[in-house]
Every structure is written in structure tokens, then in C-alpha cells.
């Protein structure tokens, strides 16, 4: 009991100074990493090793796997644990903070501003709301950001770029239920549309990343969508290919770090992920024809007024199925979380992703967060399905029958989900509705950019990896078995 107790708390170390020391990325400690490593395992088996030099023999052989064989001084740990956050790796090479974010030297930078036109029905571009002041839009890092996003290079194995989840030909989505990343791997989410993200308040489904530039840094380190490698492993990759390296001196002062790339990249999407001008914004725009009857009668049951030039008689209930107490605004989203029962396990009574509430900080936890998901725009849903956080509704008609239904019942549903009552009619002139909301988007081919060659002189090709690591696809377009 008691070796089992020392054992136990041996390993607890163990796991608290690699928590330390690697914080949420879940860097892999690697014993030969290009940093010669200030070596957490062996610092971490020192720890580990304090509670555990009097096991009896045999276990003591076991655990020298995972634990240490050395005593190590608890006051000489929290030393070890600092300079670890510090960059102990300062003797060998660069520092993380080198990798992250450099000072920039402005004599390198030769970019210009950019002028962004935004199609009709959408709002224009403003500092601070829509782009970031510490991240002005220029053409260079757009350039940058177009090249970096399509990359296969980006991923640890070569073969998944942001355009393979996000591809422009696919709404900017990948149109599956759960996406394939890297070894043909899946997650548990679907991936949402990259369009109209500019107006977007937070990102991910929980709203867990506050920008498009926190938001981009998380997929390149994600084990499952482009591989299980640190920062330090992409960037020094991204900093051999000569032209990438210069792209970053002209644009940031600096060679290439992820605060650069994560820049890039959301500057890209702020200016080629755009949907607007569609059939309802050329209406609202005083085009009485753009839409027929049936749509403008979904117009009215989703919430939004006739024009007033327009001499259409209907008899329809206006807001009758009550989407814009949430789809609401110019992009058709309050930015706001709900629950809807999608992902609720009926027998099992839980929920398959807790969404919002597991990324709210405790002590601003509520029960409603629970299995709520950030409301998606609505612009173009006919392009970025299946639908839902989980991909577990594939068409537009069965997203309005589970409306219909009033969504499906749990302790945290949102007040606003109730039977709607609506007629066959009435349903399917809501999905026409929903689909005179499809814009003019960027495709694939007017955005496809040549890639830096390689440092070997290697040409790259962004095409191949527009579609999935081929492993696992059939499972994929049933949501049920892909989980
Ligand atoms: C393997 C598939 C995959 C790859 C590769 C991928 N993503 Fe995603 N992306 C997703 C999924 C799934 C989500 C939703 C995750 C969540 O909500 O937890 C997401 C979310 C996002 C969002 C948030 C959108 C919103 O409305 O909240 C943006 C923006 C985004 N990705 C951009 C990128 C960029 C840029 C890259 C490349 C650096 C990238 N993605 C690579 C699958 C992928
Ligand atoms: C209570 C707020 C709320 C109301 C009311 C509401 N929605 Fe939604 N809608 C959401 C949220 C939140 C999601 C995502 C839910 C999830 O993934 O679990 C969503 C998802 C969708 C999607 C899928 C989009 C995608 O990219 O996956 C469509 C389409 C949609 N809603 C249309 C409608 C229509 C039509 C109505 C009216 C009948 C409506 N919504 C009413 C909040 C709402």
C-alpha cells in the first residue's frame, strides 16, 4: 500500500512538471530534439525519482520507464522547472520566445496597404472590430498568409493543408460529417465554414480561440489535423524554405515565427473568405425579383421584413419560425452559444461534447452553456454541410424539421427551441430561404498560389492536398460510425 502510495505520487510529480514545463500544447519532450533539450525526461524522472527510490526492486525496474532513478532536491526542482520556462534551451540555440515572436527590424519590411471591398450585404472592414490593430491588412502578408494557408508543408507529414478541411471549392469546409486530418485521423467536430469568420467574435464551436489569429495557431499543433509537432518544429521547417523566409522579412521585420504565420494567415481569410451578394442581399438591395414567392415567404417565417417597396402579399406569420432570435444581423449570427439537443444522447441522458461549458472559466460556468454551441452564420449553408457542430444533420430539410420539433429535449436546452407547428409549405420555403443566401465566394482556382520552393529547389504543389489524407473516408459520411 504504502510503495503503492510513493509510486503513485512519483508519478503525480512527473505529471505536474511536464505540465509545467510543456503548458497545454503538449509538446512532445524529445530527448533528441533539434534543441539538444534541457531534457525533460531526464529532469522529469528526477522528480519522479524522489518518491520512488524505496520501491521494492522488481517495481523499481518497471518504473524506470517512466520515472527516474536519481534523488533529486525539491528546491532544486522548482529551479529546473524555471529555467525550463525561461528557455533553458538558450545554450544550445534559440529560445521558444525566438520561434514565437521576434522584435521586428522595420528597415526590412516592404509591404503597402491593402484596400479590402467587401460584396453587397456585408459590413465593411473595420479596425479594431474586424481587424486588429496589431495586425493592419497589407499585401504582402495577404500574399503570405494565401501561400501559407494552402501549404501542405505546414503539416508534420506533408499531406494536409488548412485548404483540406477548409477548402474554397466546399463552402470552406471539407463537407464532412468529422473531419480527416493527418494519417487519415478524425476528431469530433466538424469543420466550420472560414467564411465571414472576419465578423466572427470568438472562434472554434465553444468560442474557445478570441481571434483568427489565436484561432490559427492551434490546427498546425493539433495532433489530429496536421500532426503531433511543437512550433519549434514547423517554423524551423517554414525557416529552410528561402522563400518563405524572405516573404517574412519583407512583411514582419523578422524571419519566420508563429505569431507571423498566425498574422498571415488570418489576414488571408479576412480578405478571401467572403460570402455576400447573394440573391437576398441583391432583394435587400432593392431588386424586387431577386427572390420568388416561396423564398420570400421563408424570408418572413425566418424573421426579416418584406421590403418596403415591395407590393408581395403574404399571409405568412412573420417570425413564425423564429430563427433570427438567433440567426440575426448581417451575417446571420448572434454570436452567441445555445443548445439545440444536437450530440444529446437520449438513453444515456449526456451529452456527447459539453461545448461552451467546458472552455468557460469555473465561477463563470452556467447550466444553459452546457451542449451549447456558437450559432453559425446561415450565409452559404447550403454549400458547408452536413450540418451542425457534429455533422450529425446532413440537409437543410431535416435541420428545419428538428427546429420544427422544437429541438431535442435536455436539462439545458435553449429557451428560444420550441414546436414550431409549420406546415409542409412552410418548411420547404424556409430551406429556399436559406439557400438565396448562398454568395459569391472565391473558388479554389482564384486563390491557388505558387509555392515557395523547397530548400532543396523542390517544387510544392498545394492541389493534392485539397482533399483528405485518403485513410478512413468511407466511415466518415456517417457521423454515427465515425465516432
Ligand atoms: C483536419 C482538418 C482541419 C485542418 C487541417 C484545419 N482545420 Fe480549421 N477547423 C477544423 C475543425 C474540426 C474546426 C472546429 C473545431 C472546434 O470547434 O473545436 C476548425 C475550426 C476552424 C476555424 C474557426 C471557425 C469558426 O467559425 O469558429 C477557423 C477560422 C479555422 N478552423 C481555420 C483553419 C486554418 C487557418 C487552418 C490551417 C492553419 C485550419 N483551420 C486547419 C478542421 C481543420
Ligand atoms: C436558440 C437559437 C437558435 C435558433 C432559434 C435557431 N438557430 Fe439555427 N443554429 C443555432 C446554433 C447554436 C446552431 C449550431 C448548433 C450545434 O451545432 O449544436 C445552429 C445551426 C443551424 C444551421 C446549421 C449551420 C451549419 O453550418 O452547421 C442551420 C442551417 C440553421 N441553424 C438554421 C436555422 C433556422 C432555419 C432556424 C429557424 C427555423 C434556426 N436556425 C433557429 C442557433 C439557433
Redesign the pocket.
Known sequence: MTSWLRWTVGLLVVAVLSLVSYGCNSEEPSPTGPSGSTGSPAQAGKAGSAANTQNPQSQQAANELTTPTQRVDPKSLAKVVKEEVRGGEAQEGPTPFDYLWQPSKPELIKDEAMNVSVPAGLMKLAAKINVPISNPITKGKYELGRQLYFDPRVSLDGTVSCATCHNPDKGW?DNMAVSIGIDGQTGGR?A??VLNTVYGRTMF?DGRAPSLEGQAQGPIQNPIEMGKQSYKEIIERLRKIPGYHEQFQKVFGTTVTLDGMAKAIATFERVAALSGNSKYDKYREGDMKALSDAEKRGMV???LRLHPDDDFKTDVVLQK???T???SGANFT?E?????G??WDVSKKQFADL?RWAVEPYGARFDGSM????????RD?ER????????S?ET?EQ??DH??KGGTPNPAL????KP?KLTPTEKAD?VAF?KALSGETKKAADLLPELPPGPDGKKADPRPALNAPSKKVAAIFHPASAR
Open positions: 469546409t466538424s466550420p465554414t464551436w417565417l425566418f424573421g419560425a423564429n430563427c432570435a438567433c440567426h448572434d452567441e452559444f445555445h443548445n439545440l444536437v450530440g461545448g451542449g451549447a454551441f456558437k450559432t453559425p452564420t446561415v449553408a458547408t454541410g452536413p450540418c451542425m457542430h457534429d455533422g444533420i437543410l435541420v428545419v427546429y420544427d435553449d429557451k428560444d427551441m414550431l424556409l436559406m
